[in-house]
């Protein structure tokens, strides 16, 4: 039996989409490559490029797969030109198919126009229907088709004009790069829910490259240099005649998603002004303050993190505590995408092939597991049989996060709220569900505190039900959630 790894060990969240852009720089389609590949941890169904060539026509390459599936030396040769975007997914809204597979492509009154898409509009299919009603023909089934069709209803030679109406009917995140013959365009909604950054290169002849990237990260790998965010609700563009900037006329409360420093971002990356790693590390020590308060840490051996996770925040909680930290589960990162089990009788083969706990640490000892979330519950109540087995006296379960509540509609595959088992369990039930002696979250207050370093508020919608748009019913889906992203 053939079974995805990504589904034997699931963690439920999914990762969402990740974009680039290359601007003035004669190997743009390989640092998009490159930028790629070092925001692969954002999807990893489909990938993509487009470049513009010398006579102003676009290339381009995309497939399902990962980013070294998708992409070598002879096609990456032939996506020519000095500028690029680029696209990593995991479908959220849409399957994943070839129509959904982005940068997507159109030739427009004012030429042709390329776009890679980070986020979910979620009055989205309120505007399909509009457009199918007027003719409009929809080839995906993804949300990003529906911005193409926007910025077509415009018919001015100024493409930025043309996006920035179309982007003024949208609500929801969203988070692109764009390319035409002339300009590379990044755009992000008012709420700045998804991250994106501007950098610069040196290029060897002494000009300078910009680069658009959804996380630090990509610049580190080619050498980039980062200047700044793309700010909530502003439209930067570079052409011929340099860098320009405007500010879309809707104006909304800042509310960037707060899971982005819980769970999917690198932890190198710089997300929202804010160090990614710093972040979960005092989400930890916040952790451990907690236990600390309630007497709990006298009678604690030591502290090990949910690979790769929920390292940070283990660290944070070990300072913290002065409890010894230790890896006590070493996971297997030389694994791909499927494996065969032997037999379909071995149960949590998925779980051991990726996770082994290291009976020598755990063997009589009093432990406390450190992870980053709990959302259905099953992937935690395996690892903790897994730590049992390896001869642990007690096992204490500590996320450094709040419970999860509500699902996402701003880019995030989140599960039905049904399964969200922190949705109608007490935090005792759900301890004695995945097996701990004890289970503590951080509290959201906590959480907060943790990420103070921008300037403005975040979406915690996930963590107390507080959506900060109007969900055109999407609340009211018979499953009881949105497929979060399109990115």
């Known amino acids: 039996m053939s079974e995805s790894v990504s589904e034997s060990v699931e963690r439920t969240w999914k990762d969402e989409c990740g974009v680039v852009g290359v601007w003035n720089n004669e190997h743009a389609s390989r640092l998009s490559y490159l930028s790629l590949y070092a925001i692969q ?27 070294q599936e998708v ?45 890679a898409h980070n986020g979910n509009i979620v009055n ?53 790069t764009v390319l035409s013959h002339q300009s590379l365009i990044a755009a992000r909604d008012p709420y700045g829910f998804r991250p994106l950054v501007l950098g610069t290169l040196k290029n060897g002849d002494g000009e300078k490259s910009w680069i658009v990237a959804s996380e630090t990260c990509a610049f580190d790998l080619i050498g980039a240099q980062f200047v700044r965010e793309i700010e909530p609700g502003e439209i930067w563009w570079v052409d ?31 997300v929202f002004g804010q160090s990614v790693y710093g972040v979960r590390k005092e989400a930890g020590r916040r952790l451990a303050e907690q236990d600390e308060k309630e007497g709990f840490l006298k009678d604690v051996d030591l502290v090990i993190p949910v690979p790769d996770s929920g390292v940070p925040s283990a660290l944070g909680y070990s300072v913290q505590s002065g409890k010894p930290f230790e890896l006590g589960i070493i996971r297997n990162h030389y694994i791909g995408r499927t494996f065969i089990q032997p037999h379909q009788a071995i149960r949590d083969f998925g779980v051991k092939i990726k996770l082994n706990p290291q009976t020598s640490v755990l063997s009589g000892k009093r432990v406390v597991v450190i992870d980053d979330s709990l959302v259905r519950g099953t992937t935690s109540k395996k690892i903790l049989q897994l730590v049992r087995a390896a001869g642990a006296k007690e096992v204490h379960l500590r996320i450094a996060a709040p419970p999860t509540i509500g699902p996402c509609y701003y880019g995030v595959d989140t599960p039905e709220k049904s399964q969200l088992i922190a ?19 951080l509290d959201l207050a906590g959480l907060k505190e943790a990420v103070q370093g921008q300037n403005g508020g975040y979406c915690a919608a ?24 399109d990115a």
């Open 71 to 115: 992409f070598d030396d002879v096609s990456l040769d032939r996506l020519a030109g000095r500028a690029a975007i680029g696209h990593v997914r995991y479908s959220t809204t849409g399957v994943n198919q070839m129509a959904n597979a982005q940068p997507m492509q159109a030739n427009l009154f004012n030429g042709p126009v390329a776009v």
């Open 124 to 176: 989205a299919n309120e505007i399909k229907k509009r457009l199918k009603e007027d003719g409009a023909i929809f080839h995906a089934t993804s949300d990003t088709e529906v911005i193409l069709h926007l910025v077509a209803r415009h018919h001015s030679s100024n493409l930025v004009e043309c996006l920035q109406a179309g982007l003024e009917e949208l609500d929801g995140a969203y988070s692109l």
């Open 423 to 441: 949705s109608s369990q007490s935090v005792e039930s759900i301890a004695k569900f995945v097996g701990a002696d004890s289970l503590r979250y």
């Open 462 to 485: 996930c963590f107390d039900g507080k959506y900060p748009t109007d969900l055109f019913g999407l609340d009211r889906n018979p499953k009881g959630h949105l497929r979060g992203i």
């Open 240 to 270: 011929a005649s340099g860098e320009h900037s405007i500010k879309m006329k809707k104006k909304r409360e800042r509310a960037s998603c707060i899971f982005e420093h819980v769970y999917f971002a690198r932890p190198d990356s710089i």
């Open 41 to 67: 941890h954002r999807g990893q169904e489909s990938a993509g490029i487009v470049t513009v060539d010398a006579s102003g026509e676009h290339r381009v390459q995309k497939g399902l797969g990962l980013v």
